[in-house]
């Protein structure tokens, strides 16, 4: 059985920096294939990719956020990461992180809220 | 970026009614098109990979069509818990997009 979580700060202040993990169970991000990724999606508004990473620890970002983001894994723990550099109010949002299948998500965490605010 | 430009952007339809949603790229994403459903307060679910695959474990009623940079997905029978937003995805070329997303309401 595939399950995601994502843990998150919860609320943060401008200009901080967002760390997001994403703990996994059901497969195992050592195994060829396999990939998670990350999804924002700000209240009542669309979805927005923000990253992959794979297996092989290939690497996609979404340029839109200007070189803000880091994406990582630790495989010994079933964990992927995401950084966000010099928040604002605009990165408010439900973090989300999903399994990469090819390119879709077959599955997705419960999502982590995140507020910025001063 | 490829823009996938989603219509309607709302949509309200009867228990039983045949709907339609559609994603329109722009440029040729070689089926590389993914639907997904959002529940209010939930997570998406994917419907439809590879423009017209249906996930295990979706109903039938659920269908995709479309090549090159136009896409649609039909639900066949409209069912109380199909209200929700769904999005379109291209996984053809980085950065990833979404459509802009249906809110798609019973009547």
């Known amino acids: 059985q595939v399950t995601l979580k994502e843990s998150g700060p919860g609320i943060l202040q401008p200009s901080q920096t967002l760390s997001l993990t994403c703990t996994f169970s059901g497969f195992s991000l050592s195994t060829y294939g396999m990939g998670v990724g990350w999804i924002r999606q700000p209240s009542g508004k669309g979805l927005e990719w923000l990253a992959n990473?794979?297996?092989?620890?290939?690497?996609y970002y979404n340029p839109s956020l200007k070189n803000r983001l880091t994406i990582s894994k630790d495989t010994s723990n079933n964990q992927a990461f995401l950084k966000i550099t010099n928040v604002d109010t605009a990165d408010t949002a439900t973090y989300y992180c999903?399994?990469?299948?090819?390119?879709?998500?077959?599955?997705w965490g419960q999502g982590v809220m995140v507020t910025v605010s001063s | 970026d490829i823009q996938m430009t989603q219509s309607p952007a709302s949509l309200s339809a009867s228990l039983g009614e045949t709907i339609s949603i559609e994603c329109r790229a722009s440029e040729d994403i070689y089926s590389n098109l993914a639907w997904y459903q959002q529940k209010s307060g939930k997570s998406p679910q994917l419907l439809i990979y590879a423009a017209n695959r249906l996930q295990d474990g979706v109903p039938s009623r659920f269908s995709g069509s479309g090549s090159g940079t136009q896409y649609s997905l039909k639900i066949s029978g409209m069912q109380p818990e199909d209200e929700g937003d769904y999005f379109c995805?291209?996984?053809?070329?980085?950065?990833?997009?979404f459509g802009s997303g249906t809110k798609l309401e019973i009547k």
């Open positions: 995805l291209q996984g053809s070329k980085f950065p990833l997009t």
């Open positions: 999903a399994r990469i299948e090819t390119s879709d998500y077959p599955y």
């Open positions: 990473i794979w297996w092989d620890d290939d690497k």
